[in-house]
């Protein structure tokens, strides 16, 4: 079966978003979704067949202060509303379909990073829980989020240990992927000074998880060069979209986000054809 692979990148992915909504006016639906951070968080809206949803809550809160702002952190030691994002929006404004997900036959993989041991998981998302638990955890950036605990263990972002999980596709037998990135051809990751000082803050009592932050550039850079690889050697079994110009990541333009969506969904009609041709056996 093909696989869906979704990056993440805060409100990049609502280019991925214009992609599977076109995917869904074309009545297909992957049987295999994974994805990190904001990238998975907007599939499950595609795995419940919610047409729009995510686009509609970007241009509803993209600019409220209980979706991202100082006075959240200072409330609650989160730049992100936890509770509005996670747990009001999709109870009380644009309602999340649990009926529709949770008759999805398919398998959908929430990538998270254990800060013990800096390791990607790879989370059951039909396990996911009414707060949202998962998806919480999946897009916890350092310092602006707290850690997420589940069970046992605290997580944060799944991107800072496997960007474009496109290799656990490969691993779970998906010979044919739809990589959908949210960086323009051309990007490479740097280290930033940021990443670096928040790498050294955290290296006392998580090391694993501050080596994982140092080496990420590296291990994103590669996965982009093997992604690339796939779609130039294998390009009947790999079909790889992304933006044509760079979207920023805490973009706060609505017209901008709204159109990055339009980019998506227009890119995915003029390559839907090879798309489909993924289900052919």
């Not at 009926?99 to 398919?106: F, R």
């Not at 310092?143 to 799944?158: A, W």
């Not at 490969?170 to 051809?185: A, E």
Request: one cysteine or more.
């Amino acid at each position: 079966m093909p696989g869906l692979v979704l990056e993440g990148g805060t409100f990049r992915p609502v280019f991925s978003c214009g992609v599977m909504d076109a995917l869904l006016d074309h009545d297909i639906l992957f049987d295999y979704v994974i994805g990190v951070s904001a990238g998975i968080t907007d599939g499950i809206s595609y795995v419940s067949r919610q047409r729009g949803r995510n686009l509609k809550v970007i241009r509803a809160f993209r600019n409220d202060p209980r979706y991202l702002s100082l006075r959240n952190y200072l409330r609650g030691g989160s730049m992100f509303g936890l509770e509005f994002i996670y747990h009001e929006i999709p109870m009380r404004y644009f309602p999340f379909d649990w009926q529709t997900y949770h008759a999805y036959k398919g398998k959908i993989l929430v990538g998270v990073t254990n800060i013990r041991t800096g390791m990607p998981e790879y989370l059951d998302g039909m396990q996911l829980d009414e707060r949202c638990t998962m998806l919480r955890a999946t897009c916890a950036i350092p310092f602006y989020f707290p850690p997420i605990r589940i069970g046992d263990e605290r997580y944060y972002d799944g991107g800072l240990s496997d960007s474009v999980p496109i290799r656990k596709s490969l691993q779970d037998g998906n010979r044919k992927n739809l990589i959908l990135l949210t960086q323009p051809k051309g990007y490479r990751k740097e280290m930033t000074r940021a990443t670096l000082h928040a790498a050294n803050a955290l290296q006392l009592r998580y090391p694993k998880l501050a080596e994982t932050m140092r080496r990420r550039p590296k291990m994103y850079n590669d996965t982009i060069c093997f992604c690339e690889q796939l779609a130039e050697k294998r390009p009947a079994d790999t079909v790889l979209l992304r933006p044509e110009e760079p979207i920023d990541s805490f973009e706060s333009s609505v017209a901008r986000l709204t159109d990055a969506y339009r980019q998506g969904y227009e890119m995915a009609e003029r390559h839907m054809d090879r798309i489909q041709a993924l289900f052919d056996h």
